[in-house]
């Protein structure tokens, strides 16, 4: 009897020692800790190096500086022809003045002498304040006027700006000298292609 009580007695301490170890699982979650502030922006870095240069393009067309060109169609010439060229006269003279005359299929520059049984020449005149470029012919001499008619096929005037930089006065007598190159102006085909107009 004394062994059953001694048994009970172990297994009541046994179980209350159980029970007092145990935690119970109906416990909440603690509230969550706030993210902290993020933190600075860096400095900036230091500039990459430099690339490579890249190919060079090729080359423009080079542009004509305001040469123009203006032509006219066949026309029978008597004495003499007018041809308008839309510049005011008091500004003429800071261009260059080339006429053309297409005849018996050649490109001739004007002034010409002698040629067929007579000379082509041209002045400049103020008409309606613009200026006006008067083709005559005469005979070989010059002296008279040539009155049979000639065809001229195709009529050109080349107008070339002068620089304002390019013009020089000079109280005396004496010339001026211009830069660069130029082409052959009694050679047509030359001037055109000198300043990409076409032929």
């Given at each position: 009897?004394?062994?059953?009580?001694?048994?009970?007695?172990?297994?009541?301490?046994?179980?209350?020692?159980?029970?007092?170890?145990?935690?119970?699982?109906?416990?909440?979650?603690?509230?969550?800790?706030?993210?902290?502030?993020?933190?600075?922006?860096?400095?900036?870095?230091?500039?990459?190096?430099?690339?490579?240069?890249?190919?060079?393009?090729?080359?423009?067309?080079?542009?004509?500086?305001?040469?123009?060109?203006?032509?006219?169609?066949?026309?029978?010439?008597?004495?003499?022809?007018q041809y308008l060229i839309p510049i005011l006269y008091e500004e003429i003279e800071n261009?260059?003045?080339?006429?053309?005359?297409?005849?018996?299929?050649?490109?001739?520059?004007?002034?010409?002498?002698?040629?067929?049984?007579?000379?082509?020449?041209?002045?400049?005149?103020?008409?309606?304040?613009?200026?006006?470029?008067?083709?005559?012919?005469?005979?070989?001499?010059?002296?008279?006027?040539?009155?049979?008619?000639?065809?001229?096929?195709?009529?050109?005037?080349?107008?070339?700006?002068?620089?304002?930089?390019?013009?020089?006065?000079?109280?005396?007598?004496?010339?001026?000298?211009?830069?660069?190159?130029?082409?052959?102006?009694?050679?047509?085909?030359?001037?055109?292609?000198?300043?990409?107009?076409?032929?």
């Open positions: 009897m004394r062994n059953l009580t001694q048994i009970a007695t172990t297994i009541l301490l046994s179980a209350a020692l159980m029970c007092a170890c145990s935690k119970p699982n109906d416990g909440k979650d603690g509230a969550k800790g706030e993210t902290g502030a993020a933190g600075a922006k860096g400095d900036k870095g230091d500039q990459g190096i430099q690339g490579e240069q890249g190919i060079p393009g090729p080359q423009g067309i080079e542009g004509n500086a305001g040469v123009m060109m203006y032509k006219w169609g066949e026309r029978v010439v008597t004495g003499d022809a261009y260059l003045i080339n006429a053309y005359a297409c005849i018996f299929g050649s490109w001739i520059p004007i002034p010409a002498a002698a040629m067929g049984g007579f000379s082509i020449d041209y002045a400049l005149f103020k008409y309606s304040n613009i200026t006006c470029l008067s083709v005559y012919l005469t005979k070989p001499n010059g002296s008279d006027e040539y009155d049979s008619p000639v065809t001229f096929d195709a009529f050109r005037i080349i107008v070339v700006p002068i620089p304002e930089e390019n013009i020089t006065e000079y109280a005396g007598a004496g010339g001026t000298g211009s830069k660069g190159a130029a082409p052959d102006y009694s050679n047509y085909a030359e001037v055109a292609e000198y300043y990409g107009l076409p032929q």
